[in-house]
């Protein structure tokens, strides 16, 4: 084992397969930095190079992507406040409130050696567990898989926040969400309402995007002034690297988990850093300001995410079952250069398997050099007022929400989610939670229908359920006394008034009102088919039915009263603008799209935007709108995206890049 991982040491540190590793590092460090793209896209980007590829340069290359977007995503999350990919939500929660208070520095700096040190302990794991990973992962059956993505759902006890009915009604929001679509017990359709959109139900991209982007952006719009008033970086790099120090049990802890939930086909690595947050919330005695600015709340996301990857490697490899979305463009790879993967990939082919761990942990020491180097630069981004950074964000959050399934209909679906987030976080309505439901809503429907199915009522009592069900039980009980969202307080806040109190239940009724069509829209469907929407919306109304209760009956200092707008930081500052000019902004840019064509719409909404709103000279509107096309159209070039078409473009025909 040991010359064969030296070996396959000696074998990558070779000028080419080193340069081509570098490659691989660049491009994802772009993509990572890019809100919304992930590793699909990227992947997607590379595949089409590798043919006629040596297999292990190719490899140093995919891997060297693969490993540094969790690094790189970091900025958006922290800098912006926008995810960076579905990687890196959890990090959002405190990174960017770190950002605004000028600590900029220190939450990167924590992030870097976080993921650094995620990616090492992924790597080294892989190394020694890829011998006998095949037979542990055998272990975990339909029915251990159902109950790990009830134990993912148990986070959302630490993020139900002040009023725990909000965060478990947002939780079965998002279950109920996520069940939109095709049944995966039989086929039918659910909530689709005629709409061919809603076939495959609403992409992960979008409400990502929709629920964390959105709301911040509009938020930023409103105060008229840049992310961080303050140094953005000063000297925080080496109380960052002081605080990983601190709290180096949580990293090596967070890192397992991540390794674990990587490991496990089908789970995905949306929720891996949900719940090394929940987990970080769950196990912090001393001084919690989760929500607030917590440099905890950094590391363990950051932890587990990179470590993620090597875990994801090991089904992928072994049995040639992607352990996520990236992992699945992955194995294409694999294929596309001639290496089988299967039990030989720890027999015949060791020596490749060993060149991927050993890309895995250069690569993770290259990105956080990399990022380190162009923190920077990049960082003074935060200075910038913001209304000029305001449309080259919308332009890309819009640009990656339609990679989804390239049609206006992401737009239309990124604007509705956005409006639905922009009022949870108004209201103090954890929007973690629903995304935790929405992300795990299939895995636990699609192993719930095959536990029932092999094993009948029976799965309940197999060991292994019953050892993840205390686990899960564990998991509520310590969520329940720790619990944050993404407000940052547990309640006592005063954040209620009549007019503020009606709207207030006006929204919670709005949210039982879909979980009441979801129940109608089920009664139709098969055992099958119904049994989940059937349940959760069920559950959904009677938390809805308490939080109305409290909403109605309770008094002004209730802990589920909250209302940004009347507790915000921005209430009595001056120069405040409109509650929905981000919205609108955004709208008017669908509506654009929907008329022109994206590409064209991009162009007037830019000029529209920095005339009417930023107040810019023409000088400036032109240099900015030809900046922002210029590097749209080239990133679409090398993506060979079409761009949404317009009533104009479907009527005349335009070519390719105006279509």
């Not at 924590?110 to 990973?133: D, K, N, P, R, W």
Request: aromatic share 10%; net charge neutral.
């Amino acid at each position: 084992m040991i010359d064969t991982l030296l070996s396959a040491l000696a074998t990558l540190l070779t000028f080419q397969h080193m340069a081509y590793m570098l490659l691989g590092v660049s491009v994802g460090l772009t993509i990572g930095v890019i809100p919304g793209l992930g590793g699909i896209a990227g992947l997607s980007l590379l595949v089409p190079f590798l043919y006629g590829m040596d297999p292990i340069s190719a490899l140093g290359m995919l891997i060297g992507l693969v490993a540094v977007i969790p690094t790189s995503d970091t900025f958006a999350s922290v800098l912006m406040g926008i995810p960076g990919s579905s990687a890196s939500q959890a990090t959002v929660l405190d990174g960017f409130p770190l950002a605004k208070q000028g600590q900029a520095a220190r939450a990167l700096s924590a992030a870097f050696i976080s993921s650094l040190f995620g990616g090492i302990v992924g790597a080294v794991i892989l190394t020694f567990f890829v011998l006998i990973a095949r037979p542990l992962i055998l272990l975990f059956g339909s029915a251990e898989l159902f109950m790990l993505a009830l134990f993912g759902l148990s986070m959302v006890a630490v993020l139900a926040g002040r009023s725990l009915p909000k965060g478990l009604a947002a939780a079965v929001i998002g279950l109920l969400i996520g069940s939109i679509g095709a049944a995966p017990a039989t086929g039918e359709f659910r909530m689709i309402f005629g709409t061919e959109y809603l076939y495959d139900g609403i992409p992960l991209v979008i409400i990502g995007l929709g629920l964390f982007a959105i709301p911040e952006i509009s938020d930023l719009l409103r105060k008229n002034a840049s992310i961080s008033e303050r140094n953005v970086l000063g000297s925080g790099w080496l109380q960052g690297l002081r605080d990983w120090w601190a709290n180096l049990f949580l990293s090596i802890r967070c890192s397992g988990i991540g390794c674990m939930i990587g490991a496990i086909p089908g789970l995905g690595g949306s929720v891996v850093d949900w719940i090394a947050y929940g987990h970080a919330v769950q196990t912090t005695r001393d001084n919690p300001n989760f929500g607030n600015g917590d440099i905890r709340g950094v590391i363990a996301p950051e932890s587990a995410n990179n470590a993620m990857q090597g875990g994801a490697l090991l089904p992928t490899m072994l049995f040639g079952i992607p352990g996520s979305g990236s992992m699945a463009v992955f194995l294409g790879g694999m294929v596309l250069i001639g290496i089988e993967p299967g039990p030989s990939m720890v027999g015949p082919d060791l020596n490749i398997t060993y060149s991927i761990i050993w890309s895995l942990a250069i690569a993770n020491i290259m990105g956080a050099g990399i990022c380190m180097m162009l923190a920077q630069p990049i960082s003074r981004l935060t200075e910038i007022p913001f209304h000029y950074l305001a449309p080259f964000m919308i332009a890309l959050i819009c640009f990656a929400a339609f990679q989804a399934t390239r049609d206006l209909s992401d737009l239309v679906a990124l604007l509705a989610i956005g409006v639905v987030g922009i009022l949870m976080k108004r209201f103090g309505w954890p929007r973690p939670a629903l995304l935790i439901g929405f992300v795990l809503a299939p895995q636990a429907e699609t192993f719930f229908y095959q536990a029932l199915q092999f094993n009948g009522w029976g799965f309940l009592v197999r060991p292994g359920v019953l050892i993840i069900a205390a686990m899960t039980l564990a998991s509520v009980y310590f969520g329940l006394k720790n619990r944050v969202d993404d407000t940052g307080t547990t309640g006592g806040v005063v954040a209620t008034s009549r007019t503020s109190r009606t709207i207030q239940i006006g929204f919670a009724l709005a949210m039982m009102a879909f979980f009441a069509v979801a129940l109608w829209d089920a009664i139709d469907k098969s055992f099958l088919g119904a049994v989940f929407p059937l349940g959760v919306g069920v559950v959904g109304l009677v938390f809805g039915l308490i939080l109305l209760v409290h909403l109605w009956r309770g008094h002004e200092d209730h802990p589920a009263f909250y209302d940004y707008e009347i507790v915000g930081d921005h209430v009595g500052q001056s120069g405040n603008s409109w509650f929905w000019t981000g919205p609108a902004w955004i709208a008017g840019l669908v509506v654009a799209t929907a008329v022109a064509g994206f590409y064209i719409a991009m162009i007037l909404f830019f000029v529209a935007f920095l005339k009417l709103r930023a107040k810019a000279t023409w000088l400036m509107t032109g240099v900015l709108t030809l900046a922002a096309a210029g590097f749209i159209l080239g990133l679409a070039y090398m993506l060979s995206l079409n761009f949404p078409s317009g009533w104009l473009q479907n009527t005349y025909d335009l070519p390719w890049p105006i279509r």
